[in-house]
């Protein structure tokens, strides 16, 4: 199934964190923090400004971002959990991670 976010609209997959402590002790998928850092996999054509103009998104697919804890919201497409986010919600890009091999949705 495939999925094309509307307006200025961002779908991200939350990136997997270590279920481990250093110390080796593994934490349970109910105590842990969800993480704040995702894979855009798929981006809306953009808001429209004052004047009508579409404003072209900074983000792309396949860019690393962090946003906030309460950001988005968590949606089931195709049996995997996605955000679907505004781009202002985005606090930055990281720059110089490799992208994932999944399909975007």
Known sequence: MKFRPLGDRVVVRRVQEDQ???GGI???ETAQEKPQ???????GPGALD???KRVAPEVK???????GKWS???VKIGGEELLI???S???GILEGRPASKKKAA
Not at 37 to 43: D, H, L, R, T
Not at 61 to 67: A, E, I, S
Request: glycine share 12%; aromatic share 6%; net charge negative.
């Open 37 to 43: 850092e995702g894979e855009v996999i798929s981006v």
């Open 85 to 87: 986010m505004k781009e």
């Open 50 to 52: 004052d004047n009508g």
């Open 61 to 67: 697919v396949g860019d690393f971002v962090l946003f």
């Open 89 to 91: 919600d985005i606090m």
């Open 26 to 28: 593994i934490i349970p």
């Open 72 to 74: 988005g919201t968590e």
């Open 20 to 22: 481990k402590t250093p």
